[in-house]
């Protein structure tokens, strides 16, 4: 059974940091390209970035380049986010999702981890 | 930056009734167009992904349809576990990544 799931969500202050990381099991982890989408209370979906399954493409939405990094280790089948330079903006629940064979959607997706941006 | 626009907004039906829910896209995404369900506090989940091809284990009363800029969900007939909201997804800039998602439609028990 595919499962995702995240960690490391909390509040921080503005300006501040933290490193958001998805556990992976029941597939190949190394085989598949992996994304973060983010969804604001009571707000839709926001892709946030991606990442290849060799880790050597990465993309980011407008919204976090600059500020956030994705990265793998496909020998401890994880995947991460480091997030800085935190706005109140980027308050979500942020989601894992894994790719559906290199098609740019999103077949599996973890329960999520919410950040939290306030003073 | 390909904009994704949902109608309804809030769609009232009846368990039985069929359902149409619509996603037009600022300029053509070809077929390169999902369909998620997300109910409360779940993560979304995948139905439909190419306009028309059904995710795995997705009923057959899912349907996608269209391509180019319109594209519609069809849910012949509404089970009580089908009220949800409902988001699209374009990947036609893949792999450069630049997905974006419609504001959703929320299909509410009339």
């Known amino acids: 059974e595919v499962q995702l799931v995240e960690s490391g969500g909390g509040l921080v202050q503005p300006g501040g940091s933290l490193r958001l990381s998805c556990a992976a099991s029941?597939?190949?982890?190394?085989?598949?390209?992996m994304n973060w989408v983010r969804q604001a209370p009571g707000k839709g979906l926001e892709w946030v970035s991606y990442i290849s399954s060799s880790g050597s493409t990465i993309y980011y939405a407008d919204s976090v380049k600059g500020r956030f990094t994705i990265s793998r280790d496909n020998a401890k089948n994880s995947l991460y986010l480091q997030m800085n330079s935190l706005r109140a903006e980027d308050t979500a629940v942020y989601y894992c999702?894994?790719?559906?064979?290199?098609?740019?959607?999103?077949?599996?997706w973890g329960q999520g981890t919410l950040v939290t941006v306030s003073s | 930056e390909i904009v994704l626009t949902q109608s309804p907004a809030t769609l009232s039906l009846s368990p039985g009734e069929r359902a149409t829910l619509s996603c037009r896209a600022s300029?053509?995404?070809?077929?390169?167009l999902a369909w998620y369900q997300q109910k409360p506090g779940q993560a979304p989940r995948l139905l439909i992904y190419?306009?028309?091809n059904r995710a795995t284990g997705i009923p057959a009363r899912f349907s996608g349809s269209g391509s180019g800029t319109d594209f519609t969900l069809t849910i012949s007939s509404l089970e009580p576990e089908d009220f949800a909201v409902y988001y699209c997804?374009?990947?036609?800039?893949?792999?450069?990544?630049?997905?974006?998602f419609g504001q959703g439609t929320k299909l509410e028990i009339k």
């Open positions: 300029q053509s995404v070809s077929s390169y």
């Open positions: 997804q374009q990947r036609s800039n893949w792999p450069r990544g630049e997905y974006t």
């Open positions: 190419d306009a028309s």
């Open positions: 029941g597939f190949t982890f190394s085989s598949y390209e």
């Open positions: 999702a894994r790719d559906l064979g290199t098609l740019g959607f999103f077949d599996y």
